[in-house]
């Protein structure tokens, strides 16, 4: 069985029961939306101090986002214990895992379709081509992490309360790496060069860890 | 008074000789002032967490590979004396920091990648907490400490890009007085021997409540080899 084939097939599959239902992206265009307002009202943005808040908000969004998102990962799997016939067919649990993690990044693109216009719209930030480039370097990494805690997690009690805990730590290099991006993009000092080699550098990195590791985690 | 009895007693006891050193011994720092003796417990602590991490490390990979429950129970005792240990760390440095820095926190690289390491470890223990107790908890186990320890040194190195204040190594680079080193090596050898032990001791209570669960060792299926045909 071809791998690759294997991951767009699980992938197309999930993307489909969620073009189906149409719960996850709504929720999570309000979701960002709704932590733009907070935003808004917890710092008193104004034009002037826009650039240096909004890359943090940026981020909050997207983070806490992600997590709801990758928490959902799952859940269709252990709702309906799908995920045990998935894995007793001859696929290999690594494609399985790179088509769950294809599909909650496209998810996780999708609200960040949402958040970036957004802030331009509400904080007047620039949207640049550079901003959408860090924060797409730092969605895969972020997916390869979020989505193999998911599978962690989706066996344990307790679920929605570790999932962060694993994975945040995990993420902090995105978020600096990301950070530093997104505030030299937006005008801040600071170099965009270096932020984006960086991030590329942990992508490639936790890429390859959580498919090694992948095996681990969906094989039981 | 059993054996881990008089080993427990024979680390305390070295711990209490290496404080005596500490504030006996070493001269005052000229700058500092006594405040500095803070560094060499800090620094031993840091230290010894690192070492225990590194055996949840190799507990996890061994795990992974042949499901030895020796491995994991190392591991997991690793993890509780490396989380205690890094708590001392950070405490002691924020202690320090208060007086020489003027705050008790910012957000430096090994600031940084210490609470990290503490977040991670502290996170590893929930889950093995809350995962259901046997194979399901030791693999999670595994795979949280492996990218734990793989996390550290990459948040360690993408905040030093960003930015740093912490002072740099002084031991590695031979700017330590005489009587500073040796107590220095005395504390961290203290350190690690009472580090040691307190695994040793974990590893033991880990054991005996895995008796109490009833979790042993995966039997090994010995599977009747096919009959050779008969030409």
Request: charged share 10%.
């Given at each position: 069985?071809?791998?690759?084939?294997?991951?767009?097939?699980?992938?197309?599959?999930?993307?489909?029961?969620?073009?189906?239902?149409?719960?996850?992206?709504?929720?999570?265009?309000?979701?960002?939306?709704?932590?733009?307002?907070?935003?808004?009202?917890?710092?008193?943005?104004d034009s002037r101090n826009a650039l240096t808040i909004a890359p943090g908000i940026l981020w909050m969004a997207l983070v806490f986002a992600g997590l709801v998102a990758f928490g959902r990962t799952f859940a269709a799997e252990r709702e309906q214990a799908s995920l045990d016939a998935m894995l007793m067919t001859p696929a290999s649990p690594v494609a399985i895992f790179a088509g769950?993690?294809?599909?909650?990044?496209?998810?996780?693109?999708?609200?960040?379709?949402?958040?970036?216009?957004?802030?331009?719209?509400?904080?007047?930030?620039?949207?640049?081509?550079?901003?959408?480039?860090?924060?797409?370097l730092a969605t895969v990494g972020m997916a390869a992490l979020g989505v193999m805690f998911a599978a962690i997690v989706a066996r344990v009690r307790a679920r929605e309360l570790l999932l962060p805990l694993l994975t945040l730590p995990l993420w902090i290099p995105?978020?600096?790496?990301?950070?530093?991006?997104?505030?030299?993009?937006?005008?801040?000092?600071?170099?965009?060069?270096?932020a984006i080699g960086l991030l590329i550098d942990f992508d490639i990195l936790f890429v390859v860890l959580t498919s090694l590791a992948a095996r681990f985690v969906l094989d039981e | 008074m059993n054996r881990a009895e008089r080993w427990a007693a024979?680390?305390?006891?070295?711990?209490?000789?290496?404080?005596?050193?500490?504030?006996?011994?070493?001269?005052?720092?000229?700058?500092?002032?006594?405040?500095?003796?803070?560094?060499?417990?800090?620094?031993?602590?840091?230290?010894?967490?690192?070492?225990?991490?590194?055996?949840?490390?190799?507990?996890g990979i061994v795990y992974l590979r042949n499901e030895s429950l020796v491995a994991d129970r190392c591991a997991r005792a690793g993890a509780l004396v490396g989380v205690v240990l890094t708590t001392v760390t950070l405490v002691m440095g924020m202690l320090w920091a208060k007086p020489i820095w003027g705050t008790f926190w910012t957000w430096d690289a090994r600031l940084t990648s210490t609470l990290v390491l503490w977040i991670?470890?502290?996170?590893?223990?929930?889950?093995?907490?809350?995962?259901?107790?046997?194979?399901?908890?030791?693999?999670?186990?595994?795979?949280?400490?492996?990218?734990?320890?793989?996390?550290?040194?990459?948040?360690?190195?993408?905040?030093?890009?960003w930015r740093t204040q912490h002072p740099g190594p002084i031991i590695v680079n031979d700017a330590l007085p005489a009587q500073m080193l040796a107590t220095f090596l005395l504390t961290m050898a203290c350190t690690?021997?009472?580090?040691?032990?307190m695994v040793w001791m974990r590893y033991r209570i880990e054991t005996l409540m895995d008796e109490k669960q009833h979790i042993a060792e995966p039997v090994k299926v010995v599977t009747a080899r096919e009959p050779e045909p008969v030409p």
């Open positions: 069985m071809n791998p690759f084939r294997v991951a767009l097939a699980v992938a197309r599959k999930d993307l489909r029961s969620e073009w189906r239902t149409r719960e996850m992206v709504p929720a999570l265009a309000q979701f960002v939306v709704l932590a733009l307002l907070i935003g808004n009202f917890g710092f008193q943005i769950k993690a294809l599909a909650a990044s496209v998810l996780l693109v999708a609200c960040e379709a949402v958040l970036l216009p957004a802030l331009t719209l509400f904080f007047g930030t620039p949207l640049s081509g550079e901003v959408v480039a860090a924060v797409l995105f978020i600096v790496a990301g950070g530093q991006a997104v505030q030299s993009a937006m005008g801040l000092p600071g170099s965009y060069q270096e | 024979a680390a305390v006891a070295l711990m209490l000789v290496a404080g005596a050193v500490i504030f006996l011994y070493a001269p005052t720092d000229a700058l500092q002032g006594p405040v500095q003796r803070i560094f060499y417990l800090h620094v031993s602590a840091a230290i010894a967490a690192y070492g225990c991490f590194a055996v949840v490390l190799l507990g991670i470890y502290a996170g590893y223990l929930l889950v093995r907490r809350l995962a259901e107790p046997g194979r399901q908890a030791a693999r999670i186990g595994a795979v949280v400490g492996i990218f734990g320890f793989v996390d550290v040194p990459v948040v360690h190195f993408s905040v030093t890009w690690l021997i009472l580090a040691a032990v």
